[in-house]
């Protein structure tokens, strides 16, 4: 079994500080683990992706995250945050092979200027 | 290109209609899903269907009709809906063995 625990209903920094957006999963299988974010009114949207290979993966609007296997964690960073970044955030974990997703609790990130 | 196009965008319907919703990609993707979500939640698997038959209904009421007509469309077709299904219904994509799904924009639907 799979499972997705995001540590934080609500982060809250400054325009221009660090995100860390934590995430932690549980899998008897090599995981593939996404990261999707969610605007107010609109779907979700792959922000990034851990399959195979390098572990430290690179996402769409200076996003990253960092596989992390001995710690079972896919946290999700960004240098300097942008007004723009506030949204709900969504990790998940698949087997890859299955249709089945499954995803956290969400996180929803706050800027503030 | 990662699109998965959904309509309509909103929907309002009462309790006796009947109304469908849409979805289409282009990615040559042969695994297609329904998602249901409510506010401030994860979305909850609704069905999959693989090469056009469905493989995973998960306890869906008989309300909510899916139906794959070909390789590149998806329909949720709706009847006697109640006011609790009000929600956005996203349907995603993705290849059928590598799992990485692509969501369209979703349809939020209101039911009076």
């Known amino acids: 079994a799979q499972s997705v625990t995001q540590l934080g209903s609500h982060v809250s920094v400054s325009e221009g500080a660090l995100v860390l957006l934590r995430c932690n999963y549980s899998?008897?299988?090599?995981?593939?683990l996404f990261w999707y974010v969610q605007y107010p009114n609109q779907g979700l949207q792959l922000l990034l992706k851990?399959?195979?290979?390098?572990?430290l993966v690179k996402g769409i609007n200076g996003f990253e995250a960092e596989f992390k296997k001995s710690e079972t964690s896919f946290h999700l960073t960004k240098p300097s945050a942008h007004m723009s970044d506030a949204a709900e955030y969504f990790c998940?974990?698949?087997?890859?092979?299955?249709?089945?997703?499954?995803f956290g609790a969400g996180t929803r990130l706050f800027v503030k200027a | 290109d990662t699109e998965v196009t959904q309509t309509p965008k909103h929907l309002v319907m009462g309790m006796t209609n009947k109304k469908s919703l849409k979805c289409e990609q282009h990615m040559g993707h042969r695994a297609m899903y329904w998602y249901k979500q409510k506010a401030k939640k994860p979305p909850e698997l609704m069905f999959v269907y693989s090469y056009e038959k469905l493989s995973i209904n998960e306890s869906v009421p008989s309300r909510f009709s899916p139906e794959c007509p070909n390789s590149s469309l998806l329909n949720l077709h709706l009847h006697a809906l109640q006011p609790e299904d009000s929600a956005l219904y996203l349907c995603a994509s993705s290849q059928v063995d590598r799992n990485i799904q692509y969501f369209g924009a979703g349809t939020r639907l209101s039911v009076l």
């Open positions: 851990y399959t195979t290979g390098a572990t």
């Open positions: 998940a974990v698949s087997d890859g092979g299955g249709f089945k997703t499954i």
């Open positions: 899998s008897s299988v090599p995981p593939y």
